[in-house]
């Protein structure tokens, strides 16, 4: 059974960092695209990051310089740095895994960015 869970997110206080990860048990993981998402109560959800295969990345215009995606293709991890965050930065994180038909998605995390 293809399983990805999250991990890593909490309360932050504004300007802080926080680590996201993704734990994936996934055959051929390193040929996945992987991507985070975000979504914040009645808000549809948002794409936040991108990594490829070959490890090319995309960011939102609105994390862009303040978040980095990565990963490590024989942990089969995918981490997501988050750094300044913002208030606007709260809601649930979701990982994406997708190649070719297959997509599977994370249950979330959390992050809840208050002082």
């Known amino acids: 059974q293809v399983q990805l869970v999250e991990s890593g997110g909490g309360l932050v206080q504004p300007g802080g960092s926080l680590r996201l990860s993704c734990a994936a048990s996934?055959?051929?993981?390193?040929?996945?695209?992987i991507d985070w998402y975000r979504q914040a109560p009645g808000n549809e959800r948002e794409l936040v990051a991108t990594?490829?295969?070959?490890?090319?990345?995309n960011y939102a215009d609105s994390v862009k310089g303040r978040f980095t995606i990565s990963r490590d293709n024989a942990k089969k991890m995918v981490y997501l740095q988050m750094n300044s965050v913002r208030p606007e930065d709260t809601a649930v994180y979701y990982c994406?895994?997708?190649?070719?038909?297959?997509?599977?998605w994370g249950q979330g995390t959390q992050v809840t960015v208050s002082s």
């Open positions: 994406n895994a997708s190649l070719n038909s297959r997509n599977y």
């Open positions: 996934l055959s051929f993981f390193s040929l996945y695209r």
């Open positions: 990594i490829r295969s070959g490890g090319s990345t």
